[in-house]
T-cell receptor, first 111, second 113 residues
Framework: EAQVTQNPRYLITVTGKKLTVTCSQN?????MSWYRQDPGLGLRQIYY???????DKGDVPEGYKVSRKEKRNFPLILESPSPNQTSLYFC??????????FGPGTRLTVT | GNSVTQMEGPVTLSEEAFLTINCTYT??????LFWYVQYPGEGLQLLLK?????DKGSNKGFEATYRKETTSFHLEKGSVQVSDSAVYFC????????????FGTGTSLTVIP
């Protein structure tokens, strides 16, 4: 089954404790992206990647890092999480930029 | 810069009512336009898309026409069902910004029997 998976689905952590949210797709897509969803703000793009070892900042990259060492994986790293990074995070992948496939989401709470 | 503005919700309709959710955009060049739907507890799914002016995207009874002259991509459905209750996002992808996507804030739709 073609899908985008994210782990964990739910995470509660404390300020400053490094965390990684994994994202994996099995569709051989070159394009992958991370978004955060906040009430009243919709989805905002954090980072995206056109291919292995190619990443670019989206609209809200501050406080986040990504890496793309393999085509199928695109982890999101929060080196020192802060409460304003409490949000719902979505990973997405695409063959071209005309249709994205979204993962189920990761709800992160930073206290 | 590029942006998407969509009508604020929440929207509550009775079953079989007509639905319109307004979406307007700002973009340079020739963006592709999308409507995504998010059902409770799930990620977003592509509902329909249009890649050039005057294109009409359609799926599951929903339609939207790419209007360059009014920079709009309004979503319509003639007769909504309870199962259409979800959050709807308008989005664009503009060639002048590489491969960034821009989403609207989302419109929550509730359809009551």
């Amino acid at each position: 089954e073609a899908q985008v998976t994210q782990n964990p689905r739910y995470l509660i952590t404390v300020t400053g404790k490094k965390l990684t949210v994994t994202c994996s797709q099995n569709m051989n897509h070159e394009y992958m992206s991370w978004y955060r969803q906040d009430p009243g703000l919709g989805l905002r793009q954090i980072y995206y990647s056109m291919n292995v070892e190619v990443t670019d900042k989206g609209d809200v990259p501050e406080g986040y890092k990504v890496s793309r060492k393999e085509k199928r994986n695109f982890p999101l790293i929060l080196e020192s999480p802060s409460p304003n990074q409490t949000s719902l995070y979505f990973c997405a992948s695409s063959f071209d930029r005309r249709r994205q496939y979204f993962g189920p989401g990761t709800r992160l709470t930073v206290t | 810069g590029n942006s998407v503005t969509q009508m604020e919700g929440p929207v509550t309709l009775s079953e079989e009512a007509f639905l319109t959710i307004n979406c307007t955009y700002t973009a340079t060049g020739y963006p592709s336009l999308f409507w995504y739907v998010q059902y409770p507890g799930e990620g977003l799914q592509l509902l329909l898309k249009a890649t050039k002016a005057d294109d009409k995207g359609s799926n599951k009874g929903f339609e939207a026409t790419y209007r360059k002259e009014t920079t709009s991509f309004h979503l319509e459905k003639g007769s909504v069902q309870v199962s259409d209750s979800a959050v709807y996002f308008c989005a664009l992808s503009a060639s002048n910004t590489g491969n960034q996507f821009y989403f609207g804030t989302g419109t929550s739709l509730t359809v009551i029997p």
